[in-house]
């Protein structure tokens, strides 16, 4: 099953895109080669883009405060683990005191290396980065894959707080969703969402094989989706089938 995420607002849809860098970042660290590693550099400085709001670390110190809040009101209940709920507690109590210790953006110490902000100048340039421009980077890319691979953890180091926190944040809003089997029909699916309740995230998962795509929307009162199919125009056109999907609302 194929998993699309559809945000409601402009804060998860940032939370999303930092965690897609956060685990493209994973990805390439570990590996050797040199265009893995310079595309570690460039995911780093994207991660620095994207945290560069001010209000951003704010945001999620509030989220992470909220869910502690959340979580406690449920002492007591039969139907949670209290084991299971200290250990959320533990990690939400642990991503605030090292997110909100950090002092500036994340990647802010990065701002005052003078070398990396050259190259991250020259990144957004076409082939900005060939070895006339940068000779110095070139040489380092030339360094072995363990010398390379220190340079990027520590360079990355300070963006690990924030990506710890988006991490448990969405872990949180996922879980709170229950999966529905729903139909689509004639390739359009719409659901009216109960009123007195904020959704932040649609969860849906369709089956690969149906060379569907999903084209997704909503606000505060409905959900509805598209589903389309790329023809041999190349042109994505509404599939006219009726179509089963799972979907989960999560507030």
């Known amino acids: 099953?194929?998993?699309?995420?559809?945000?409601?607002?402009?804060?998860?849809?940032?939370?999303?895109?930092?965690?897609?860098?956060?685990?493209?970042l994973g990805q390439l660290m570990p590996r050797d080669g040199a265009l893995d590693h310079h595309f570690a550099l460039t995911t780093i400085f994207e991660v620095m883009d994207v945290t560069s709001r001010a209000d951003l670390k704010s945001d999620v110190l509030k989220d992470v405060e909220r869910q502690k809040a959340q979580m406690n009101a449920y002492r007591g209940n039969p139907a949670i683990s209290e084991s299971s709920l200290d250990?959320?507690?533990?990690?939400?109590?642990?991503?605030?005191?090292?997110?909100?210790?950090?002092?500036?953006?994340?990647?802010?110490?990065?701002?005052d290396k003078e070398w990396l902000m050259a190259i991250r100048s020259r990144v957004v340039i076409p082939a900005g980065t060939c070895s006339f421009d940068l000779p110095a980077y070139?040489?380092?890319?030339?360094?072995?894959?363990?010398?390379?691979?220190?340079?990027?953890?520590?360079?990355?180091?300070?963006?690990?707080?924030?990506?710890?926190?988006?991490?448990?944040?969405?872990q949180i809003l996922r879980d709170s969703g229950k999966p529905q089997k729903v139909m689509a029909t004639a390739?359009?699916?719409?659901?009216?969402?109960?009123?007195?309740?904020?959704?932040?995230?649609?969860?849906?998962?369709?089956?690969?094989?149906?060379?569907?795509?999903?084209?997704?929307?909503?606000?505060?009162?409905m959900v509805a989706v598209r589903l389309l199919r790329r023809e041999d125009d190349g042109k994505l056109h509404l599939a006219r089938e009726d179509t089963p999907l799972e979907l989960a609302l999560c507030a």
């Open 1 to 24: 099953m194929i998993l699309y995420e559809y945000p409601f607002h402009e804060r998860i849809r940032t939370y999303l895109r930092l965690e897609h860098l956060f685990g493209r």
């Open 87 to 111: 250990g959320i507690l533990a990690q939400l109590e642990q991503v605030f005191e090292q997110l909100s210790q950090q002092h500036g953006k994340p990647g802010h110490d990065l701002t």
């Open 138 to 170: 070139h040489a380092w890319q030339h360094q072995s894959a363990a010398v390379r691979r220190a340079d990027l953890v520590q360079w990355s180091s300070s963006l690990a707080p924030m990506a710890q926190a988006i991490h448990l944040l969405l």
């Open 187 to 221: 390739g359009l699916f719409q659901q009216t969402l109960p009123q007195g309740r904020s959704f932040q995230l649609l969860r849906l998962r369709i089956d690969p094989s149906l060379q569907l795509v999903p084209e997704i929307s909503g606000n505060r009162l």
